[in-house]
């Protein structure tokens, strides 16, 4: 997902493809939610620290001159308890800040998770085309892609975010 340390992540994403004629660069999206629903059925202690033990993910940013950090569970409910948020990123955890006595757990449900969502039976994987536009909910819906080879031809996504309320307000306000 995109920027997990702050503390509110985009909510939508929208990448789209203006060239992609490089060699690899395939991308892929899993629903993580389906993932946490997977665990809430058959591992329920891996659920209950990924949705009760916070993690933390940081960002150093020097050319915005900034360190930012944020505290949160990887999976976060609703008041109703369905799912509301999902925050992963690997490449943007900290070191864990969390009790030595549940260090254990807290990694080994990390890793749990991590594994199922990388999980074929969860993945979808497709390529972009000039003039798609990938739109998902960031942080329900998370987005990879294999590596590309730079030399071997160009690849231009173009990013922007809306937060979710924009969309969810509009939809609310169309259904009535
Ligand atoms: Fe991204």
């Known amino acids: ?79 109703d308890g369905d799912y509301n948020d999902v925050r992963f990123s690997t490449a943007t955890m ?24 990388h999980d074929d039976k969860f993945q979808i994987k497709f390529r972009l085309r000039p003039g798609d536009i990938y739109t998902f909910n960031n942080r329900r819906v998370l987005h990879g892609r294999t590596e590309f080879d730079p030399n071997s031809g160009h690849r231009h996504l173009q990013g922007y975010y809306m937060d979710r309320d924009e969309i969810v307000g509009r939809l609310n306000y169309l259904k009535k």
């Open 94 to 117: 900290d070191a864990l800040d969390c009790h030595p006595d549940q260090m254990d757990k807290v990694y080994k449900s990390h890793h749990k998770f991590g594994k199922l969502l």
């Open 1 to 79: 997902m995109d920027l997990p340390w702050f503390e509110n992540p985009p909510g939508y994403q929208f990448l789209h493809c203006l060239v992609n004629s490089a060699k690899g660069g395939d991308s892929s999206a899993v629903d993580a939610f389906a993932v946490a629903e997977y665990l809430k059925n058959n591992d329920s202690d891996t659920f209950d620290t990924l949705t009760k033990i916070p993690l933390k993910f940081r960002d150093k940013d020097y050319t915005q001159e900034a360190h930012r950090s944020f505290y949160g569970t990887a999976i976060s409910l609703t008041k």
